[in-house]
């Protein structure tokens, strides 16, 4: 079926299950085969709070507009909540929803002292001018001050969102406390309390994880790797850079209007260039230009979606030809699609392990934001490596250890530290 979108675009619809179907289903699938108390499997199936907003905004030609936003905290079993903010068309409760579970997931996999959180608004950033944007954003931070704050849930990036936005965030929250609370947010620019490296973070993470599962498979020459990546934003852009610096041959790139490819390798610094002058990869020469579908079953023999959720799916998961699948993106392979690739051979480092890069570094961004004290870059890198790394082998031990794949064995670690938490601490009252 061809249905003609929002905002004009054409799409041919599949059933494609809504995310928060498939973080359950993934779910169950983990605590299926684990020796977890039934109430605390319960407990965790549900999102603890979910805060819906509608709120006015002044648009530049003095009209008001409404838009309606969310924030989701899934789980505060393990700490304050932390996840990002999306803008986007695409945002729903139930993709919200999903994104905070899988926050939650995210920051246990990797050990941080968070629980899961997700927040957004459904606009189409690209339609506001600059000050419409700063408007939507103080109204929404405005609306969210009753759930935020820097012990209590620390937000962040995420698509349609960047350090500017997170300005705007931290100076709302900051005038309405009466005085500055750096630690509100993460992901802020630098010279106001930012990290090094959180900009490239979960880019790099992810190349990060793709160089260990290389390893781990024993390959070592790393200019016969093919490398192709969905989504040129904030993950994908610095997961190809990082590939390419690192000698990868990266033969595709793609943004929403379609991709490059090349099978001897495009020149990612060129890309990122023409990417920034004419914001599309439309009119790059020296590639072929190619469908997002058609990037996605491309020859290549590592494949990264980075763009969003529910990408690889039951029809083009059999055409797939990567042998290796890095989710640079949150939840962008189906459970349909797991089985088919798992059936496959393909290997799939899992979101909540190959994205947490970024979380990592805003956890360090929060930590170096209450002490006043900063790391060099060189430090971050240092302590990301550390961290994604360790990750990397637990998931593999577990993969080992009970048969599964990576996906059901990252989940199986990360709702193990959970579910201990929450039985440690008891249930309230
Ligand atoms: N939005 C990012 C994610 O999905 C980062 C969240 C954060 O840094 O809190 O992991």
């Not at 990036?157 to 300005?167: N, Y």
Request: include cysteine; proline fraction near 4%; glycine fraction near 10%.
């Amino acid at each position: 079926m061809v249905v003609t979108l929002q905002h004009g675009h054409q799409a041919t619809m599949e059933q494609i299950p809504s995310a928060y179907e498939t973080a359950l289903r993934q779910y169950d699938r983990a605590v299926s085969r684990m020796d977890i108390d039934d109430n605390a499997v319960e407990y965790l199936r549900w999102p603890q709070r979910e805060f819906s907003v509608n709120f006015p905004v002044r648009r530049d030609n003095g009209s008001i507009e409404m838009f309606s936003g969310y924030r989701v905290h899934h789980s505060t079993v393990r700490g304050p909540t932390k996840g990002g903010i999306r803008y986007s068309l695409n945002v729903t409760l139930d993709e919200v929803r999903a994104l905070a579970m899988w926050m939650t997931w995210k920051c246990a996999l990797v050990n941080l002292p968070y629980g899961g959180a997700k927040g957004g608004v459904l606009v189409d950033p690209k339609t506001l001018s600059l000050g419409e944007k700063e408007r939507l954003t103080r109204r929404y931070a405005a609306e969210l001050i009753p759930v935020i704050g820097p012990q209590k849930d620390i937000p962040a990036p995420d698509m349609g969102t960047g350090p500017q936005e997170m300005a705007w965030i931290m100076d709302t929250y900051s005038m309405t406390v009466g005085y500055s609370v750096p630690a509100i947010v993460t992901g802020k620019p630098l010279n106001i309390g930012g990290s090094e490296g959180r900009n490239e973070a979960t880019g790099r993470g992810v190349i990060i994880c793709m160089m260990e599962a290389l390893k781990r498979q024993g390959v070592h020459n790393n200019a016969g790797i093919k490398v192709a990546v969905q989504g040129f934003g904030n993950v994908g852009s610095h997961a190809a850079e990082y590939a390419w610096e690192n000698d990868f041959r990266v033969v595709a790139v793609s943004d929403i209007d379609g991709g490059l490819y090349n099978a001897d390798g495009l020149d990612i610094p060129a890309v990122r260039a023409y990417m920034k002058a004419n914001r599309t990869l439309k009119g790059f020469q020296g590639a072929d230009f190619i469908t997002n579908d058609e990037l996605i079953t491309s020859q290549c023999d590592v494949l990264i979606p980075a763009a969003m959720e529910g990408q690889l799916t039951e029809r083009n998961a059999p055409h797939i030809k990567a042998k290796l699948v890095v989710e640079g993106a949150n939840g962008p392979t189906t459970t349909d699609a797991d089985d088919i690739l798992n059936e496959m051979g393909v290997t799939i480092v899992p979101d909540i392990l190959a994205n947490a890069g970024g979380v990592t570094v805003s956890y360090f961004e929060w930590v170096q934001g209450l002490n006043s004290f900063f790391w060099d870059e060189a430090e971050v890198v240092r302590q990301l490596s550390n961290i994604m790394v360790k990750a990397y082998g637990e998931v593999a031990h577990m993969v080992e250890e009970q048969r599964v794949d990576m996906r059901t064995a990252a989940q199986m670690v990360a709702i193990k530290r959970v579910a201990d938490a929450l039985t440690i601490r008891g249930i309230y009252p």
